[in-house]
């Protein structure tokens, strides 16, 4: 069956003039699938080839004869007010207000994002998962049982894979499971089919304008939706069960208690939650059923507990209980999310890069200090104006040794005097600056740093213990990406 709107798009595109601002992970793609269908292509970076990422891109997109126009550096935003745009494609760290984009928007450009098209065109149901903690691992339990019970699935979003370049292969049979961030989402008109929140606490407040924004945000993720949305709540987070007050779809809930007082005001929503004796419920309509118990599932922490519940809420009209149980039981958990790396020397090494936030290294910590275990935390990253509250003492629950390697030092150091309570702990802090291991310039003493850091959380570890980075921050203090500094750091720890 053709794709009707896809089809219109193509013919509607062929010729036309397209500025593309950010030239980064899903829009690299989509400036290669557009050069495609005959679209003059301007691309707008604040870089220049002094950075190797785009120095890279402009020599890929010559090696391939992909024609582009290039507007970088400090006036990479000039030919939006100079020239006319038929279709602008902004990057997701900036609002559709800026002033360009409102010179373009008065010449009579469609204004838009990858994301926003992509959203346009799928032919196939969407299933998008948001929140402020926990979005990627439950958009991967949410793809993973999906698969498991046959369908055939796509992988997209902030989880790092765009997809738009790969539209003219999906079918309306199939199903698209998207991770959206906050940026992605602000002022977003489109959303997807079926939605989850899985919380919302404060975060990335170092670029939404505050907090009411960044909660708007999120919310858009089933804002637009009809009749026919779905949309997953966590009951246990006032913020994200408050959002069902503004849903027009179908809302499920998720929580980690037995949620009496939901399933009797919802009689007819789905409800996930885990009895009093540790079963993983479904409560539906027709009944309530057990699936399988916190304990057998795989990967550790009560917070991937609360992920399985709301992977369990969306997909509760397509799978079976068994699905669930399959993915339960043998899914080892994503990449930079409590990853081991390697033991050494009677000492296990973890990755734990995606942990960006405060709230997550304290659920990190949680799901360690849980299971009896103990060691040396190597942290430290950008702070996104978050709250700390808590931290020190998960941290020091897990652990009295700690190494930070970040530009939030201060504030984790703050935060463990705060909380210690008399408990005696150590910190080393790993001294750096504004050093990016992406620049030439610099590259050498961010790798010092971390090597450091890595070498200095291996001499205070002892046979037996765990020795995990998770980060407290974003890595854009040094790296280009969570995924970046995750693997530096498995490289270093290969090396011991």
């Known amino acids: 069956m053709n794709n009707l709107k896809l089809e219109r798009f193509k013919k509607n595109i062929n010729g036309r003039k ?108 969407t299933f998008g998962i948001t929140g402020s903690d926990g979005k990627t691992t439950t958009t991967t339990l949410v793809y993973e049982i999906l698969k498991t019970a046959g369908y055939n699935c796509y992988l997209g979003g902030n989880i790092g894979t765009p997809l738009l370049d790969r539209i003219e292969e999906i079918t309306p049979k199939d199903k698209v499971v998207l991770e959206l961030s906050s940026f992605q989402l602000l002022g977003l008109k489109r959303s997807v089919d079926n939605a989850v929140v899985t919380n919302i606490t404060p975060n990335h407040l170092d670029f939404h304008y505050d907090y009411r924004e960044y909660i708007d945000a999120k919310a858009n993720i ?68 057990k699936i399988i118990h916190k304990n057998d599932i795989l990967i550790p922490g009560d917070h991937n507990v ?80 978050c709250v700390y509250e808590g931290l020190g003492d998960a941290i020091l629950r897990f652990s009295d040794r700690i190494v930070i390697y970040g530009s939030n030092a201060d504030l984790i150091k703050q935060i463990l005097e705060k909380e210690a309570c008399g408990r005696k702990y150590e910190v080393y802090v790993i001294e750096g600056g504004d050093e990016v291991y992406e620049l030439p310039d610099s590259r050498d003493q961010a790798l010092k740093n971390m090597t450091e850091a890595v070498n200095k959380a291996r001499s205070l570890a002892k046979a037996g213990d765990v020795v995990i980075m998770s980060s407290v921050g974003t890595s854009y203090d040094h790296f280009r990406h969570f995924e970046h500094r995750g693997d530096l750091f498995k490289e270093l720890v290969a090396k011991l």
Request: charged share 25%; with cysteine; net charge negative.
């Open 18 to 125: 397209a500025a593309v601002i950010g030239v980064g992970i899903s829009n690299k793609p989509l400036i290669v699938w557009l050069s495609g269908l005959g679209c003059e292509i301007t691309a707008c970076d604040a870089h220049d080839t002094s950075e190797p990422a785009i120095d890279n891109t402009v020599k890929e997109f010559e090696d391939k004869n992909i024609k582009v126009r290039w507007s970088l550096g400090s006036d990479y935003l000039k030919p939006l007010y100079e020239e006319s745009f038929d279709i602008v494609f902004k990057t997701p760290k900036m609002r559709f207000t800026v002033d360009a984009l409102e010179a373009q928007r008065r010449k009579g450009a469609i204004l838009t994002t990858e994301m926003e098209l992509f959203l346009d065109l799928c032919p196939a149901e």
């Open 222 to 289: 089933f804002n637009n939706q009809g009749a026919t949305g779905k949309v997953v709540l966590n009951c246990n987070n006032d913020l994200t069960y408050d959002l069902r007050n503004i849903a027009r779809g179908r809302v499920s809930f998720f929580g980690g208690d037995t949620c009496v007082n939901i399933r009797s005001n919802y009689p007819n929503a789905d409800v996930a939650y885990v009895d009093n004796e540790g079963y993983l419920c479904l409560s539906r309509p027709s009944g309530t059923k």
């Open 306 to 385: 609360q992920n399985y519940l709301a992977a369990i809420a969306i997909t509760s009209d397509l799978v079976s209980e068994e699905d669930v149980v399959t993915v339960a039981r043998e899914f080892k958990g994503v990449a930079h999310r409590i990853e081991f790396v390697r033991k050494l020397d009677g000492v296990r090494w973890y990755n734990s890069s995606i942990d960006t936030s405060p709230n997550r290294t304290i659920n990190t910590m949680n799901a360690l200090s849980g299971r009896g275990l103990h060691g040396v935390l190597l942290c430290g990253g950008k702070d996104k104006q």
